[in-house]
Antibody
C-alpha cells in the first residue's frame, strides 16, 4: 500500500524550532519529487516547499523562505522539514505529498501549534 | 506567489452540473499546463481529482472534468451527487513552486 506518514508536530513557543518527518512506503521514494503543504485551522491549502527526487531543485514559499529547510534521505525513504524561527502564523496541519501528475498521494498530516 | 482566485462558494442540485473557476496569471495558470484540482471533505485529507489541466487519476469518476483557457482553469462536475459536497482547491505550477487557490465550498442542495 502506498503510504505517507508524517510525524514531529507539536506545541512550540514563538521563535522555536521543530523538525517534521514524512516516512514513505509502498513506492520507490527516490524517484519522486515531494512537497510540503500546510493548512491553518479553518483555512485553505498553502504550498510550503518542494524537493526533487535527488535532493536538488529545492523551492520555498516566500512566507517560509530563510526559516524552513526541506531535505530528504532516500536511503531511509524519509522527507524532512526543519522549521526555525516559528511564528504564530505557522500554526497549521502540515501534509507531505508525492508530486507526480499532481499531488496524488497525501499523508494524514501532523499538527504544529505555535503559541506562548 | 499570490493565491489563485476561486469563487468562495457554488451550489447545485443533485443531477445538475456545476463549474468552478480558478483564475491566475501568465506566470502560473496561463504559463503551464500543470493545473490540478483537489477535493477535501471536512476533517479529511485532500484528494486529487484532476491533474495536468484535464487528466483524471484512476478511480476518479468521469463526472469530473477539467479545462483551461488563458489564465483561467475550470473544474466541471456533472451529475452532482451528495458526496460531491466538499471544498475544492485548484493548484498550479508557478515556475519555482506551486500555488493554490483559496478554495470553493460546493453545496449540493
Amino acid at each position: 500500500e502506498v503510504q505517507l506518514v508524517e510525524s514531529g508536530g507539536g506545541l512550540v513557543q514563538p521563535g522555536g524550532s521543530l523538525r517534521l518527518s514524512c516516512e514513505a512506503s509502498g513506492f520507490t521514494f527516490s524517484t519522486y519529487s515531494m512537497d510540503w503543504v500546510r493548512q491553518a485551522p479553518g483555512k485553505g491549502l498553502v504550498w510550503v516547499s518542494r524537493i526533487k527526487s535527488d535532493g536538488s531543485g529545492i523551492s520555498y514559499a516566500d512566507s517560509v523562505k530563510g526559516r524552513f529547510t526541506i531535505s530528504r534521505d532516500n536511503a531511509k525513504n524519509t522527507l524532512y522539514l526543519q522549521m526555525n524561527s516559528l511564528r504564530v502564523e505557522d500554526t497549521a496541519a502540515y501534509y507531505c505529498a508525492r508530486d507526480y501528475q499532481g499531488l496524488a498521494v497525501w499523508g494524514k498530516g501532523t499538527t504544529v501549534t505555535v503559541s506562548s | 506567489q499570490s493565491a489563485l482566485t476561486q469563487p468562495r462558494s457554488v451550489s447545485g442540485s443533485p443531477g445538475q452540473s456545476v463549474t468552478i473557476s480558478c483564475t491566475g496569471t501568465s506566470s502560473d495558470v496561463g504559463g503551464y499546463n500543470y493545473v490540478s484540482w483537489y477535493r477535501q471533505h471536512p476533517g479529511k485529507v485532500p484528494e486529487l481529482m484532476i491533474y495536468d489541466v484535464s487528466g483524471r487519476p484512476s478511480g476518479v469518476p468521469d463526472r469530473f472534468s477539467g479545462s483551461k483557457s488563458g489564465n483561467t482553469a475550470s473544474l466541471t462536475i456533472s451529475g452532482l451527487q451528495a458526496e460531491d459536497e466538499a471544498d475544492y482547491y485548484c493548484c498550479s505550477y508557478a515556475g519555482s513552486g506551486l500555488v493554490f487557490g483559496g478554495g470553493t465550498k460546493l453545496t449540493v442542495l
